[in-house]
């Protein structure tokens, strides 16, 4: 059974074709579509045109992929600034799709497409979920939200193109999330880990065993995640969990994609060309060392971004990868720059928690962060829902493993830790990104 | 032999306690009787029950982690040294006792104790080698149904 589930999924598709090129004509193909989206870009938004200039650098002084350093970076708050239409570079009549991520502050980010822009990205998303075996054939349940957000009719395009059956639930609803993935018999999923993995918790209440479901593969993204998340919904949902690369303001969902291998994403490089950089310095670092992720658009028509800065924190892996691809991979997003918290002058990511909750027993139950501050001081609790796996009728066990959880978190993140085990649900859940840390210390 | 024990995981808080019970009372189950451990933080609600079956599958559908443990029942007489003469069958062999609890037994003479056994078959073993009356699971749950 699972040989033929496996033969069947690395099956090649005509769809993946591009992640083939052979690595010049790759190079090729970058270099022409850089100085293009170059020119573009400053032709036509005034806010890359007078960086140029300041900078000293004009479209015709690209003449490699190296020269791409010369040119200056976009951040968020550039979005934000412009908000809502600045940073187009084509009349408002050429623009078929706006779409805008919550900002977290106020205004939100507003993004948008031409026609050749969703060609482009329902083609990317097409190849990501060619890379995860999903075909023809295959009953897709499209958990993500239908909306302004871009991962709901992201995937919808893609899955359409390659012939899938989707159905759009979007997200919310469940208990009516579950029965459907029963019911209507389905073999592929996408949702935020997240809400996946409460998915599967109410999957269990509700007496069903999503192991023995036809589910069998999910593209999972939007948010941060951990092997540790990788690891829950794998074995609890009997599947495998492939990572969905993306963000609004490079096109949405389909900027890269895990293969069959799950040793990261391949960036589909001929539309998105990647760099990584030392976020404090802006230089960039070699291949395989750490960075902030920075992306280029090479083909966008409405909004090219020029090395936009992700937040997202990887590094560029050199090694050629099993699958045959030419398409570099990156370092699956674990953390970003923007979720490091600073506790008493420490630098601590949350999945630093998920790795210290997986070492002790082997689960990744939902957690939430709370910082807090009494008389100056920053107060750390981690708030740990008990999971079937992790409860037992003795206290003293239950309390061994409170003292277990607080020394593991306490010796990954060097910073003392108030472990609470709170009662299933009791933690908010999110159909969308989750809510990982409450920061109340300015409320103090 | 053993009895089916449930336990929940509840925070303590005030008013955590009353919703299984209201739950369980809801659908007609009888909390035959009960015990809480608890620490500053949470605490485990352990509790035989007239349908353990049925009573598990509620308090999960409400969203309860639920466990399920074997515990074992054991008539005492009701009278001085009925509970150590139990004990001492126990004092020296490695079986130990993590928690107990007592049981309405429906009877004037007697009580009955819940024991949790780290080893509940060597505990049984040993008791009933020693003539102590093991309440068998049928008969307490005949008692759960009758009292």
Redesign the interface.
């Known amino acids: 059974m699972i040989a033929t589930a496996e033969k069947v999924t690395q099956r090649f598709h005509p769809v993946s074709a591009p992640d083939y090129l052979p690595v010049h004509l790759l190079r090729d193909l970058q270099l022409g579509r850089l100085q293009a989206t170059v020119r573009r870009a400053f032709d036509n938004v005034a806010l890359v045109r007078e960086r140029m200039k300041a900078g000293g650098v004009r479209p015709d002084d690209i003449e490699s992929l190296d020269d791409l350093t010369r040119l200056p970076f976009t951040v968020k708050a550039d979005l934000r600034d412009t908000y809502p239409y600045g940073l187009f570079a084509c009349p408002l009549s050429d623009i078929v799709r706006l779409h805008a991520s919550s900002g977290t502050t106020g205004k939100p980010i507003v993004v948008a497409y031409t026609q050749d822009d969703l060609n482009v990205w329902t083609s990317v998303m097409a190849r990501a979920l060619a890379s995860y075996g999903i075909h023809r054939g295959d009953i897709f349940q499209n958990a993500h939200g239908y909306g302004l957000f871009t991962g709901g009719l992201g995937f919808h395009y893609g899955l359409e193109a390659l012939g899938a059956t989707v159905i759009p639930i979007s997200g919310g609803n469940t208990d009516r999330q579950v029965m459907i993935m029963k019911d209507f018999k389905v073999t592929s999923i996408c949702a935020t880990p997240s809400y996946f993995v409460h998915m599967l918790e109410r999957a269990s209440e509700m007496g069903i065993d999503v192991r023995e479901l036809p589910l069998r593969a999910g593209g999972f993204g939007s948010e941060p995640w951990s092997e540790a998340m990788r690891h829950r919904m794998e074995e609890g949902a009997g599947i495998k969990a492939y990572d969905c690369y993306g963000l609004t303001e490079i096109t949405g969902p389909g900027v890269g994609a895990e293969c069959w291998f799950q040793r990261g994403p391949h960036i589909f490089e001929d539309h998105f060309y990647p760099e990584v950089i030392d976020p404090a310095t802006g230089r960039n670092v070699p291949d395989g060392v750490e960075g902030e992720l920075v992306v280029t658009t090479l083909s966008k028509q409405a909004m090219p971004m020029i090395r936009f800065r992700t937040r997202d924190i990887t590094a560029i892996e050199p090694e050629a990868c099993q699958c045959g691809r030419t398409l570099r991979r990156i370092r699956r997003i674990g953390r970003r720059s923007d979720d490091m918290l600073i506790i008493r002058g420490v630098n601590v990511y949350p999945s630093q928690i998920e790795t210290a909750l997986l070492a002790v027993e082997g689960t990744m139950p939902h957690y939430q962060i709370i910082l807090t501050r009494e008389k100056g001081l920053d107060q750390m609790e981690v708030q740990v829902e008990v999971t079937p796996e992790l409860f037992g009728d003795r206290i003293r066990a239950m309390v061994e493993l409170n003292e277990k959880l607080t020394h593991a978190m306490e010796h990954s993140l060097g910073l003392r830790v108030n472990v609470s085990l709170v009662e299933p649900h009791s933690i908010q859940r999110s159909e969308g990104k989750a809510k990982r840390v409450i920061d109340r210390r300015m409320e103090s | 032999m053993k009895v089916q024990?449930l336990?929940l995981?509840?925070?303590n808080q005030p008013g955590?306690i009353v919703k299984p019970c209201r739950l369980l009372a809801s659908q007609g189950i009888n909390i035959r009787t009960l015990s809480v451990?608890?620490?500053k933080?949470?605490g485990?609600l352990?509790m035989i029950v007239s349908d353990w079956q049925r009573a598990s599958?509620l308090l999960?559908?409400a969203?309860?982690?639920?466990?399920m443990?074997e515990v074992v029942a054991i008539e005492v007489p009701d009278q001085p040294g009925g509970l150590s003469t139990l004990l001492q069958v126990l004092e020296n062999s490695p079986v130990n006792v993590?928690?107990m609890y007592s049981f309405p037994s429906g009877r004037r003479e007697t009580a009955v104790m819940i024991f949790?056994f780290d080893h509940p078959d060597a505990a049984i073993t040993l008791l009933q080698a020693a003539g102590i009356s093991v309440v068998s699971s049928v008969e307490i749950y005949n008692r759960v149904e009758t009292a």
């Open positions: 024990q336990s995981f509840l925070e955590q451990a608890d620490t933080q949470f485990i352990r599958q999960k559908e969203g309860y982690v639920v466990n443990t993590e928690y949790r």
